[in-house]
């Protein structure tokens, strides 16, 4: 028997009533002062102009001279957790990002964006891809992968996890691997209720199926997406980018509950994707284990990608990563 959920997602799409939902939400939406992003010293520090915090929740850096970063500490009742969102970093800002991790005690950092989409970049690389490390001389951080340094103070084990799929103002052509992306990571036990994880993703679409997973056969999205963007402003950009919301809300209470069968149809071709190989899922591709099609693993999590569902593309066999980084000071 379809979900409430379900049931709703159902009578919006047959009308279809995608377009007047979403500017519902959009129309319904406050604005709230962000004056301190707009200061001139600042505005190099803002990927775009439309996408800056609110002064009453934007994360504020300790002991620095300047305690601005594009970042919003976003308190989601429902989760019953906290989550920092924030923007891709700027090449100038890599150092405060791993700042803002260090100092809010970050376990996680969820990326959802490409470093690169369509010729324009996303997000200044900021963790290494081989075993070398990286240094923040502005910070005093230095960032290793897979690593541990002991010498020089108090270091930490950070979970890094990047879908690298989600298309720029678009949604993932799969809507199953990324139902398991999202698996790995609440099952990896870095999401802590005291220790906010940081995301950053192009719109936000991913982000809100994070953080409803496991909340019950009826969620009030639209509720939840007025809340977040009481914090963040422009979370959701189209209609297709609040269907997908619905969609993998649905798919992400089933796979936490049990249920294995699946409310949407899907491809049959086979869903691809990295072997989870002790610490991490390869960062890239030299960095790899075995690869394995998910239908076919007995540990697959949950057996929430049934026998059949599978994505529409497989020729990218990195759906999604996850390396164990360790900063210290």
């Known amino acids: 028997m379809p979900t409430i959920l379900e049931r709703e997602f159902e009578e919006l799409d047959a009308q279809p009533r995608w377009q007047p939902s979403y500017l519902e939400i959009r129309n319904e939406s406050h604005d709230y ?3 301190v992003a707009k200061f001139p010293e600042n505005r190099n520090q803002n990927r775009y102009r439309d996408v800056s915090p609110y002064d009453h929740s934007r994360v504020k850096l300790q002991n620095a001279e300047n305690d601005y970063i594009n970042a919003s500490l976003v308190d989601i009742e429902e989760a019953q957790r906290s ?6 970093p700027l090449p100038n800002m890599c150092c405060h990002f791993w700042l803002t991790v260090w100092q809010q005690q970050t376990k996680a950092v969820v ?3 490409r470093i690169v989409e369509k010729e324009s970049v996303k997000c200044a690389q900021n963790w290494p891809t081989d075993d070398q490390e ?3 001389k502005e910070t005093g951080f230095s960032v290793k992968l897979l690593s541990e340094d002991v010498k020089f103070g108090e270091t930490r084990t950070i979970s ?4 690298t799929t989600w298309p720029d103002f678009g949604v993932p052509e799969s809507l199953a691997s990324f139902i398991n992306f999202l698996v790995k990571v609440r099952e990896s036990g870095s999401l802590n209720p005291d220790e906010p994880a940081v995301i950053h993703c192009s719109e936000g679409t991913g982000y809100t199926c994070l953080v409803l997973m496991g909340k019950g056969d009826y969620i009030n999205i639209k509720k939840v997406l007025l809340n977040i963007r009481k914090y963040q402003m422009g979370l959701i950009q189209t209609p297709d980018q609040l269907r997908f919301s619905y969609m993998s809300t649905i798919e992400a209470v089933k796979c936490v509950t049990g249920d294995s069968t699946s409310a949407f149809d899907h491809s049959p071709n086979k869903i691809t994707t990295e072997k989870y190989n002790r610490n991490r899922i390869g960062l890239e591709e030299k960095l790899t284990g075995d690869r394995y099609t998910m239908e076919n693993s007995e540990n697959a999590p949950r057996k929430c990608i049934r026998e059949g569902r599978k994505a529409t593309t497989v020729q990218n066999v990195q759906q999604m990563k996850q390396e164990k980084a360790t900063i210290g000071t």
Request: hydrophobic residues 45%; aromatic residues 22%.
């Open 33 to 35: 002062l962000h004056r």
């Open 83 to 88: 989550y920092i969102l924030t923007q891709g």
């Open 111 to 113: 990326m959802l964006n």
């Open 134 to 136: 990286m240094l923040f």
């Open 160 to 163: 890094h996890f990047h879908y």
